[in-house]
């Protein structure tokens, strides 16, 4: 077929379609022989390079219109892609050189160059071109957008990251304080639990001791007497309200027989209360633990906080509180039958706020378990804690 085409291509009538066919090209297409000169031009070509046909035609090409880089450096003929490639007899195909035009400006291009054969022999090339500025416009203008897209990504990665340390810096600064907190306000009950105890306390008892003493020497004197008993009576709620005040500021039970002791005392207490039925399960491996002042306070305020939240708003019949261990882990967890809640996915309220901050100030975590209408389960796990 291609033979056919050769023989017919001599045929005047083919010449006329081939021209028709390469004046019709958008591109510039230029025929150059084994020097470099050219053999033939259409129109679009001349036109792009600034010329008339007859004014390229016979013209060495490379000195014409590809003598120098896009810099203005001169571009030496044995540094030519096109016409390295057609001596070495292989076509090639270049997207990042310039053209210059007769008016000495240059435009990016992009030209592919294939050797003409005649019977197998390299007899010059055929290059198309075309004027790529726009493209090379707009590549760029892509890439400098990209660029500045990515400046700003980056930008905005570092100031969030910033924002972010910041923030965290903030929030474990408002951990520590509030762990501070806790520590000054747990010595500050002590001290006051100190205080009543010492004074209050003291003074109720001498004053119970000075009326017993009355009431004896008044033997018989039956208003009198009715009237000291009376005493006595105030006296023995006010020391009953002293005990209840010292109990809430300091449970001495913690102090004296430990956490899981005044664990228990806080259920007994909350059963004794109301119709809440309170359970306390703890293997007597755990029991014999301590935690350590500092925690125990710490497990005993978390305790007291649920069982608090339990009767004040589940309406609970029963809770459960069970300690166990799970390796080296203190597991507490305490279950009501109550009416259950919906969980926040960040604590707001200072209650459930307070037992989070206790629990991680002793490097442990809160869990909450709940389901509206299905009870609530609070679990506190203190890694290591029985190590
Ligand atoms: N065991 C529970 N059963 C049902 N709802 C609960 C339970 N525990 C907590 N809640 C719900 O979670 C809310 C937040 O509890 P939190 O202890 O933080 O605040 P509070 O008890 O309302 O007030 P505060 O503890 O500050 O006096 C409660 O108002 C209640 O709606
Ligand atoms: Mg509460």
Redesign the pocket.
């Known amino acids: 077929m291609f033979a056919d085409l050769h023989q017919l291509s001599h045929h005047a009538a083919w010449r006329r379609q081939l021209e028709m066919l390469l004046e019709s090209a958008g591109e510039g297409i230029y025929g150059i022989d084994l020097r470099g000169r050219c053999i033939f031009i259409n129109g679009a070509g001349a036109e792009l390079l600034g010329y008339t046909p007859d004014e390229v035609l016979g013209r060495n090409m490379h000195y014409l219109i590809h003598h120098s880089h896009a810099d203005a450096g001169l571009m030496p003929v044995h540094d030519c892609r096109i016409f390295k490639a057609f001596k070495e007899g292989r076509g090639c195909r270049v997207e990042d050189e310039v053209l210059w035009r007769r008016d000495g400006s240059a435009f990016a291009a992009e030209y592919a160059s294939y050797p003409i054969r005649d019977g197998g022999v390299v007899v010059g090339a055929v290059v198309t071109f075309s004027d790529i500025s726009e493209r090379k416009r707009t590549e760029a203008a892509l890439q400098q957008a990209h660029a500045g897209l990515e400046r700003r990504v980056a930008e905005r990665t570092a100031e969030l990251s910033a924002a972010n340390r910041q923030l965290r810096q903030a929030s474990d600064g408002l951990r520590r304080l509030s762990a501070h907190m806790n520590t000054v306000r747990e010595e500050e009950r002590a001290h006051i639990a100190r205080d009543i105890h010492d004074d209050l306390g003291a003074s109720l008892t001498a004053m119970q001791l000075e009326l017993n003493w009355l009431r004896q020497r008044l033997a018989g004197q039956t208003e009198a007497l009715a009237h000291i008993d009376a005493a006595l009576e105030i006296g023995g709620t006010a020391m009953g309200a002293v005990r209840r005040i010292l109990n809430d500021l300091r449970p001495g039970v913690l102090d004296h027989l430990g956490l899981w002791a005044a664990l228990e005392c806080l259920l007994q207490d909350a059963q004794s209360r109301g119709s809440l039925r309170c359970s306390f399960a703890c293997p007597p491996e755990v029991e014999r633990c301590r935690l350590g002042r500092d925690a125990e306070i710490a497990v005993f305020r978390i305790v007291q906080?649920v069982l608090t939240?339990?009767q004040?708003?589940?309406g609970a019949a029963q809770v459960l509180l069970r300690a166990r261990a799970v390796e080296s882990d203190l597991l507490i967890a305490v279950e009501?039958d109550?009416?259950?809640?919906h969980v926040p996915a960040q604590p707001t309220?200072?209650?459930?706020l307070g037992m989070h901050e206790r629990a991680h100030a002793i490097g442990g975590t809160l869990m909450l378990d709940s389901v509206p209408g299905k009870g609530?389960m609070v679990s506190l796990r203190l890694p290591g804690a029985l190590a």
């Not at 109550?338 to 809640?341: P, Q």
């Open positions: 906080e939240n339990v004040r708003h589940a009501d109550g009416c259950g809640m309220s200072f209650g459930l609530t």
